[in-house]
């Protein structure tokens, strides 16, 4: 098992930056793929990036590209989730999940049995 705590969140202008991060528990994190997730008010919760368990391959949503970029450090049981440019409409609690496999496409958040609790982010306009 692992367990999951974000951090990093907070308040920003439009056009600001921030960086979360995801510490995991445990002596197996590289074994596990990370993915990073959203969920604005009233809204699904939304797929936004994932890395392999090297790093070496990485996912973005369309609304992030270009903008977001996730990364990992094994060595420190942390994921990464630098976020340049944001919007208003980036507005959400961001949640990183993990599973050994996740099941499903890259976007499932149903693939993950492993979720922390969240961290808000709040871009102003």
């Known amino acids: 098992q692992v367990q999951l705590v974000e951090s990093g969140g907070g308040l920003v202008q439009a056009g600001g930056s ?3 991060s995801c510490a995991a528990s445990g002596r197996t994190f590289s074994r596990y793929v990370v993915g990073w997730f959203r969920q604005a008010p009233g809204k699904e919760r939304e797929f936004v990036a994932r890395i392999s368990r090297s790093g070496g391959t ?3 949503a369309d609304s992030v ?3 977001f970029t996730i990364s990992r450090e094994n060595a420190k049981n942390t994921v990464y989730l630098q976020m340049n440019s944001l ?3 980036d507005t959400a609690v961001y949640y990183c999940a993990a599973d050994l496999d996740p099941r ?3 976007i499932s958040v149903s693939g993950y049995d492993y979720w922390g609790q969240g961290t808000q982010v709040t871009v102003s306009s």
Do not use: M
Request: proline share 7%; aromatic share 14%; no cysteine.
């Open 104 to 106: 499903g496409t890259v």
């Open 87 to 89: 919007k208003p409409e």
């Open 65 to 67: 590209k270009g903008r």
């Open 58 to 60: 990485t996912y973005y």
């Open 18 to 20: 921030l960086r979360l």
